[in-house]
DNA sequence: GATGAAATCCGAGTCAC
DNA sequence: GTGACTCGGATTTCATC
């Protein structure tokens, strides 16, 4: 069952991946196959976790949530217990859209969207220097979003 | 036409974010309308571009791109036709699904993916540092994705 | 083992109200 | 905003290769 994909597979992961609305019927007749089979290969990518979700891109700046901040963590420790308490704490703040172990010169890089540079600052003071084993922040406010949350090129 | 949102299109915003495929007729459902009513403001939300697109979160690792990398870029001078240049040869790879134009010490955030680190040194080689302007990188491999892509919270 | 044709059922989209 | 109505698509079944 769990086969590789082959070229119609790819092109309705590409398309649903640029339109993921389109209905089985206009998927079946872009990729050249009937709406029965285009309906059982699209239903095979979503239970074997090709696709995982579908979601409606929010335009950001609509719902009040214009400014965008990257932030680069040190901890105070690198131990096992340490990394694993800060991603429990973080993976819960609603605000965080991105946060990933790096290697370098932090540790972790969370990607965190809210309403004005205040919010941040306060968000900032209140709830990420009181994240668990945090020793420095370094904050990068996004002047500028040139490509934000591409698709991805496969 | 362009009035603010109540709390029934707010929660077709957050029903769609997290189910881009739900049919009209559930949507109507869950929040309580009839599926006309649901189908006219759902329109609203993509006519005025509260909702930009729907796209199925195809999985990384499942189509080869299981690499993630984060990079600092500094420009040799910033010069807005610098910065210009710079952003116009970036927005074009295909492997980038993020840059930003930060305030900080480094001027770009690139977050790029790939299928392994040696597809990612030989772009770093071929590509990034050869972009306009590009002073000095700043590479940040990801080890663990703590939080990719979480849905926008409003 | 996968396909497409057909058959049923249900939702999309539009109307009048 | 609702209810009704028509049309077309979703989903299943089944014969076929």
Redesign the pocket.
């Known amino acids: ?1 769990a ?1 590789p994909l082959d070229r ?1 597979d790819l092109k309705i992961l590409r398309l649903l991946q640029n339109s993921g609305r389109l ?4 998927l ?1 007749e872009t990729v050249g ?5 285009c ?3 699209t239903q095979r990518l979503f239970d074997e976790g090709f696709i995982g979700e579908v979601r409606a891109m929010v335009a950001p700046r609509k719902v009040g949530k214009g400014a965008l901040v990257m932030v680069g963590v040190v901890l105070d420790r690198s131990t096992p217990e340490s990394f694993a308490a800060f991603e429990r704490a973080i993976a819960k703040l609603k605000f965080v859209l991105d946060c990933h172990l790096v290697a370098g010169d932090f540790d972790y890089f969370p990607k965190i969207r809210v309403g004005d540079m205040e919010d941040f600052n306060r968000i900032h003071g209140d709830q990420l220097i009181a994240l668990p084993g945090v020793r420095q922040t370094r904050t990068f406010f996004v002047m500028k979003e040139v490509v934000d949350n591409a698709p991805l090129d496969f």
Chains 1, 2 share one sequence.
């Open positions: 069952m086969g119609i209905s089985n019927a206009e079946a196959v009937s709406p029965a089979t309906h059982r290969r």
